[in-house]
């Protein structure tokens, strides 16, 4: 019975995200949504690259959070359009969340949108929200056995970057065993090993996102 419900929800949501990619494939916006656990360092490389990426192309974020409007707030900071959304609690975003939020983006000038999905290594990956492209981020501290514990995330991303690179000589956090078991999820995943406190990989994660815009 529960299976059923489920089934529902994702049935309903994958509407509303057919019609966002349609509408975002109209207005010739790439979207990517990004997923990771809290505390990963989602906003952080936010932060670190939008600027960058802003003086080239037009950039705009939604910001989801389950109560507060933090991060949101750090993205405002940048000059970049940002909409939160608060999800009261709710683990996920969905499809009908990220288009009520895009009716507040000017979608004529927007070139890039992404959408930082809520902390959570499970169910963000189950929500289509009308996107291009999945990215998640697995910061070092977390462990090397995320990827096999929590498949689908991974399977479903494009890239995983692999963040906090720096603190690796303080963690047991196997890279070569976490680079063969993401790729034995998913043989095309591009991975980017970064870190915000000491730049490095920064570039790498910028290309990548202007590339999708162009290739677009
Ligand atoms: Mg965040
Ligand atoms: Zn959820």
């Known amino acids: 019975?529960?299976?059923?419900?489920?089934?529902?929800?994702?049935?309903?949501?994958?509407?509303?995200?057919?019609?966002?990619?349609k509408m975002f494939r109209e207005k010739k916006i790439v979207v990517v949504n990004l997923m990771g656990s809290p505390g990963s360092g989602k906003t952080s490389l936010l932060e670190k690259t939008l600027s960058k990426i802003a003086e080239k192309?037009?950039?705009?974020?939604?910001?989801?959070?389950?109560?507060?409007?933090?991060?949101?707030?750090r993205i405002e900071r940048h000059k970049?359009?940002?909409?939160?959304?608060?999800?009261?609690?709710?683990?996920?975003?969905?499809a009908?969340?990220?288009?009520?939020?895009?009716?507040?983006?000017?979608?004529?000038?927007?070139?890039?949108l992404i959408v930082e999905n809520v902390g959570?290594?499970?169910?963000?990956?189950?929500?289509?929200?009308g996107e291009n492209f999945k990215a998640v981020v697995l910061s070092i501290t977390e462990g090397d056995d995320k990827p096999m514990k929590y498949p689908l995330i991974f399977k479903e991303s494009a890239i995983?970057?692999?963040n906090k690179i720096d603190l690796l000589p303080f963690t047991n956090f196997d890279v070569?065993?976490?680079?063969?078991?993401?790729?034995?999820?998913?043989p095309?995943?591009?991975i980017i090993e970064t870190s915000c406190t000491k730049n490095i990989g920064l570039d790498a994660w910028a290309d990548w996102l202007l590339k999708k815009v162009e290739v677009i």
């Open 1 to 21: 019975m529960e299976i059923k419900v489920m089934k529902n929800i994702l049935g309903e949501n994958d509407k509303i995200a057919a019609e966002n990619r």
């Open 57 to 73: 192309i037009n950039v705009a974020v939604i910001e989801g959070d389950l109560f507060t409007a933090r991060d949101a707030e």
């Open 80 to 94: 970049i359009p940002v909409v939160q959304i608060n999800t009261s609690g709710g683990c996920h975003l969905d």
């Open 96 to 112: 009908a969340m990220v288009r009520r939020a895009a009716e507040s983006i000017n979608l004529d000038e927007t070139d890039l």
């Open 120 to 129: 959570n290594l499970v169910c963000p990956a189950e929500f289509d929200v």
């Open 160 to 162: 995983t970057l692999l």
């Open 176 to 186: 070569a065993a976490a680079r063969e078991d993401l790729t034995t999820l998913h």
């Open 188 to 190: 095309n995943i591009e």
